[in-house]
């Protein structure tokens, strides 16, 4: 990737099941532009004032700063001078608009790596992965340890009714399962974006359980700044 042009950019995506560490490779990427004095920004979404309002902080040093953002329209705009890098975490939970905010920064130069999960909770392909996956000049689709049989696992199965509130600890709602172990009627009929939720908040507690300090942000809505923890996601 490092040899072409400097003034060419491109689209590259991360994406896999749950607890497939594609949070931990896209800060590994940056980590390293930023060892070559690269000008990185991060981006995650901000789905609610709920998630806004619990932003987990962890000290290890798989964690990046990052800057929230409700849709993302709001990227290009949030942009600073002489960016040569955009990454963006969580990228399912944007809509489809992702893809051209993606394509119009890749044709102006800037390298985009983006990270996010490629199936809901039914198996099904998970927009706007699908969009993503075909316009990107590199896809590194990542898998997890199956938590049933140690196959490589590539999809997220929910575990219980997926009815109850959202709580901090719900990565114990999902397991990485392989083809032959995942079990869709053992999930609930919960809409999409229920589970969509429950994935997020799974993935902000990931890196809480490696992590000895942790933090509640009184008020993120107010700071740009959220971060992004390199757990098992
Ligand atoms: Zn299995």
């Known amino acids: ?7 060419i950019g491109w689209i590259e995506v991360i994406c896999g099941p749950m607890f497939s560490g594609k949070t931990e490779e896209l800060i590994r990427r940056v980590n390293r532009a930023r060892l070559a004095r690269q000008h990185v920004q991060i981006f ?5 004032d709920r998630y806004n ?12 700063d990052s800057i929230p953002v ?14 040569q890098v955009v990454a963006i975490d969580e990228v399912q939970f944007f809509g489809n608009e992702v893809v051209e905010v993606c394509e119009g920064l890749a044709d102006s130069g800037v390298r ?8 809901d909770y039914r198996g ?3 927009d706007p992965i699908p969009q993503l996956l075909s316009v990107a000049e590199y896809v590194t689709k990542q898998l ?5 049989c140690g196959n490589p696992a590539g999809r997220s199965q929910r575990l219980g009714d997926g009815t109850g ?7 114990e709602a999902y397991e990485a399962r392989c083809r032959g172990c995942f079990r869709l009627e053992e999930t609930s009929g919960a809409a999409p974006d229920r589970q969509a939720e429950l994935a997020l908040e799974s993935s902000g507690s990931a890196g809480s359980t490696s992590s000895d300090e942790m933090l509640e942000q009184a008020s993120p809505k107010t700071s740009a700044r959220a971060r992004i923890v390199g757990g098992d996601q």
């Open 1 to 7: 990737m490092q040899r072409l042009q400097q003034d």
């Open 44 to 48: 995650k979404p901000a789905i609610d």
């Open 53 to 64: 309002a619990r932003q987990i902080v962890s000290h290890s040093r798989h964690s990046v």
């Open 70 to 83: 409700e849709t993302a329209g709001e990227i290009p705009a949030l942009l600073q001078e002489g960016v």
């Open 112 to 119: 985009v790596v983006v990270a996010g999960l490629d199936q």
């Open 124 to 126: 099904a392909p998970f």
């Open 144 to 148: 997890a340890i199956c938590m049933v």
């Open 165 to 171: 509130r959202i709580e901090v600890g719900a990565s």
